[in-house]
């Protein structure tokens, strides 16, 4: 692997795939994040779907969607550091891999983690709340882009909670206000989105998503070094 | 201590001529004063954050204790000055656009911005070991404020706020006699509040400094 002309890829990729395969034989991350997503939803749905109508409804479609999403990420994505330091293969993992391909290793496995999430959760949101999706592209961007970012944030900070000892609410308290503005500018896209408000509004909260997704990255990857290393 | 005295009496000073020297303001009437207290007290909290994501870098490039005590430092004042800002803040929006909390986009930004360092906070109870803590509370620091410009810039921008930013870059251009004596006490309201934060800054430090050191005489 080391005659590869992108090193750092394929030994991403190489921790990508360790991490597939222990989440395929356990499934214990997903089964978190999907029952996590679940619960909330039949919840959300039974409690307030039969009140689902008039003009303010996408706001509150919005706005519910992405707190399942965000508090079912925050109830699976710090897995993928904590379960290295319960089962020791931190130092391993440390000596097979300088830290930005494992960064990036394990960004991939939650972006992966976080689409298989939301493939399943967000038709059924939409199918459970009668919601008509005025602009399917757009939503499908904003969907797309709002997991990526959630994943963006939250790997470095699972590797800073995981090094804190994985105290259970940490993850939550920390990540909420760093993936807040991606929650404001997704909540803004999804309520356009789902036809409240001109269309065009959409194209700035989208913009915004992407930035916010490159800064997150660009900075996790400078900084994920200080808290891998020792 | 003489330093110490003459912030006092300027002090004193910037107050009472915002009440009695500076006129009313020509856009916000009356309640224009507060432009003496809540824009110095957002700027030093936008400062003091600066400084403590500096004082992060500092502690990650060299790994020297006394960064991360700074850092905290900071961190605790910005959060002390954020909060005036949000007080300040509210008070004026009661007046001027009839409720103290609407969520504006500037109120949600300043109310992430504290729930942020908050954060912080937590993160660095969390830990006992010291320079564990360090380290990790450093990389929050540096992630934390780079979600500022969104925060600040950014999102009052993309959506439309009520915030009255352009009356301050109009006080500068229009160079009317009213608007001189308002940038006067408003300038001087800057310095006052930027000394006192660097007098504040200075006590914390000798504090810290001395903490540590009682701390590191009962190990040995």
Sequence with gaps: MATSSFPWLSRSLAVLRKDLRIEFRTRYAYSALLMFAITTLVTVSFSVGGFMSGPEMTDIAAALLWIILFFSAMAGLSRTFVQEEESGTVIALKMAAEPEPVYIGKYLFNVVLLFSLTVLVVPLFVVMLNLSVVLVGGFLATVFLGAMGLAGASTILAAIVAKAGAKGSLMTVLSFPILLPLMLGAISATRTALGGGPPGAINADLLMLFFYNGVALAASLLLFEYVWNE | ?220
């Design chain 2, 1 to 220: 201590m003489t330093w110490q005295i003459i912030l006092g009496i300027w002090m004193s000073g910037v107050v009472i001529a915002s009440f009695v020297y500076m006129p009313a303001t020509q856009g916000l009437g009356e309640m224009g004063r507060i432009i003496v207290y809540h824009v110095p007290a957002a700027w030093i909290a936008v400062l003091a954050y600066l400084m403590a994501m500096v004082n992060s870098i500092h502690y990650l490039r060299k790994r020297e204790i006394r960064y991360d005590r700074q850092a905290q430092i900071n961190a605790e004042l910005g959060t002390v000055f954020c909060i005036l800002a949000t007080f300040t803040g509210a008070i004026w929006s009661r007046g001027a656009w009839g409720a103290y909390w609407n969520w504006d986009p500037r109120q949600t930004s300043i109310a992430v911005l504290l729930m942020i360092y908050a954060a912080y906070f937590v993160l660095r109870s969390a830990i006992s070991d010291s320079d564990m803590r360090a380290r990790l509370s450093a990389v929050y620091a540096v992630l934390a404020f780079l979600t500022v410009p969104f925060l600040v810039f950014i999102v009052p921008r993309v959506y439309y706020s009520l915030h009255p930013d352009l009356e301050l870059v109009n006080l500068v251009e229009r160079s009317f006699e009213m608007d001189r004596q308002m940038l006067v006490v408003f300038l001087a309201s800057v310095a006052g509040v930027s000394g006192l934060y660097l007098w504040l800054y200075n006590i914390q430090k000798r504090l810290e400094n001395l903490f540590y050191k009682k701390a590191l005489r009962r190990r040995f």
